[in-house]
């Protein structure tokens, strides 16, 4: 079974600091992907990876960051975090074949008082 | 303009009655995949089935259905015989062949499902 996991559930943290949620998967996958899921607006993604140091901007990359060292972990920044980050995040990953499903973990709900 | 389409912000469904949750999208690309997700209440997105532009029938999965209609490019999701286990949150999304394995996903869908 693929495993995604995300390093917190849920995590608080005060407007002006440094954030750093963390992702891990255990199946080789080439693609890593960090969304953030607000209601009425769905899933928009923030940033992929599609290897190592590779990262590409999503649709709303605006105050966020990417890092990839390894394969298997994915990690978004948050360097000044802002009450309208809060939010839940969603990391997923894939292969990258046409008709993979992405693989997601359980998610990280940010609340930035 | 929106990729995804989800017109029902909710949907109410009587246990062991069919719904149709409804999904348009809207590409250029020849080829593309679309997606239905499932997100409880506790927060994990769960996959349910997948269509792929070229497929000549319609994708099923166990309750699940995939209503594909290519020339209304809609995609809609059955789900036959409600149980009160499947009120969620539902979710389409569609890759696009010519993206990095990106998925665009509508803003889904709420199902409750009662006794």
């Known amino acids: 079974d693929v495993k995604v996991t995300q390093s917190s559930r849920y995590l608080v943290k005060r407007t002006g600091e440094k954030v750093f949620l963390e992702c891990v998967q255990d199946?080789?996958?080439?693609?890593m992907f960090w969304y953030r899921q607000d209601p009425g607006l769905g899933l928009r993604l923030i940033y992929f990876?599609?290897?190592?140091?590779?990262?590409e901007k999503g649709d709303i990359p605006e105050g966020y960051s990417v890092s990839r060292e390894k394969k298997e972990r994915f990690s978004l920044i948050l360097e000044s975090a802002s009450t309208n980050q809060t939010s839940m995040y969603l990391c997923?990953?894939?292969?990258?074949?046409?008709?993979?499903?992405?693989?997601f973990g359980p998610g990280t709900r940010l609340l930035v008082l | 303009a929106q990729k995804i389409t989800q017109t029902q912000p909710g949907m109410f469904v009587q246990e062991k009655e069919a719904v149709t949750l409804d999904c348009t999208y809207d590409?250029?690309?020849?080829?593309?995949?679309l997606f239905w997700y499932k997100q409880p209440s506790s927060g994990e997105m769960i996959f349910l089935i997948y269509?792929?532009?070229?497929?000549?029938q319609n994708a099923t999965e166990g309750r699940y259905s995939l209503n594909f209609q290519k020339a209304r490019k809609s995609a809609n999701l059955v789900i036959s015989a409600s149980q009160l286990g499947d009120s969620a949150m539902y979710f389409c999304?569609?890759?696009?062949?010519?993206?990095?394995?990106?998925?665009?996903f509508g803003k889904g869908t709420m199902l409750l499902v009662s006794p």
């Open positions: 997923a990953s894939t292969r990258g074949q046409h008709q993979e499903t992405q693989y």
């Open positions: 199946m080789d996958h080439e693609n």
């Open positions: 990876s599609y290897d190592v140091k590779m990262k």
């Open positions: 590409t250029s690309d020849p080829s593309y995949g």
């Open positions: 269509q792929g532009s070229y497929d000549q």
């Open positions: 999304a569609m890759r696009e062949a010519s993206g990095y394995s990106t998925l665009t």
